[in-house]
Structures are given as C-alpha cells and as structure tokens.
C-alpha cells in the first residue's frame, strides 16, 4: 500500500519519483502495486477506510478500493518517510479490514524515534536520523 507524498500535486514530478520507486519494487517482487489515496475516486466503488488523526480538529483519510485486497493477499506497506507512525497505523488498518496479511513495512527515511511507539511488527527502516535537529535547513 502506498500513501500519496506529502502536501505534494499528483501531476508533480515528486509524486511521480515516488511512484516509480513504488512500481519498480512491486516489479522486483513479482506482486501487485495498491495505492492508498486520500479520495474516493469512484463514488460507486466501496472502499476500505483508514484515518490518521493529527490532532482533534485534522484527520486525514485513506482509501483503497475493497476489490483491491482480500484474505489471500500479503501486504507490504512501503512508504517513503516516517516521523510519527501514524500513517503506517492508518495503512495497516486497512490491511486489518481487508483480512490481507501484512507481512512487513519498509521505510526509506525515518525521522526521530517516536514511530517506534507504535503498534505495527515488523517495520525496516533504510536509513535512520535519531535527531532531526541536527538536519541543516534546505
């Protein structure tokens, strides 16, 4: 499953990067590439829901479409940063109500250590900043 990039236009060349890397391992893997968007994009289609709340007052949401992932499947969740988790929560949710298998979380860039908090097995993490502080400013 794969979350749309952050505060990044679908037509970017950002959001396209990352959807290549994406495509090229589920490629490597021989397995099908689901991503998770933050809209419904078919208003007929039943989806599988799954939400992060980042504070009272802000949530975003997550969809896949139901046909998308069922019991047989194994699922793993490839995101390209995680700081809080909570996204790899809100994916794993959906995997949970799909009844799919999460059979792992791979992450490029994790920031600090606060995802660790979470409750999700089996997260690999290719490159770590335990303290983000110490990043100059781009």
């Known amino acids: ?3 749309p990039p952050r505060s990044t236009p679908s037509n970017s060349s950002a959001a396209s990067d990352v959807y290549k890397r994406q495509t090229l391992i589920a ?3 021989n397995s099908d590439l689901v991503i998770a968007r933050r809209t419904r994009e078919n208003p007929f289609e039943e989806y599988i829901h799954g939400v ?3 504070s ?3 949530m975003i949401s997550f969809y896949v479409p139901r046909r998308s992932l069922d019991q047989r499947d194994r699922v793993l ?3 390209d940063l995680i700081q809080t ?3 790899i929560q809100a994916l794993s949710t959906i995997v949970r109500k799909s ?3 999460l059979i792992g979380v791979l992450v490029l860039l994790a920031l600090g250590d606060s995802w660790k908090q979470i409750n999700v097995n089996e997260i690999d993490v290719l490159v770590k900043i335990t303290d983000p502080s110490k990043l100059m400013p781009v």
């Open 1 to 3: 499953i794969r979350r």
């Open 27 to 29: 490629l490597e893997l």
């Open 52 to 54: 992060v709340v980042e």
């Open 56 to 58: 009272p007052f802000n």
């Open 77 to 79: 969740i490839v995101d």
């Open 85 to 87: 988790g909570k996204t």
């Open 99 to 101: 009844r799919a298998k």
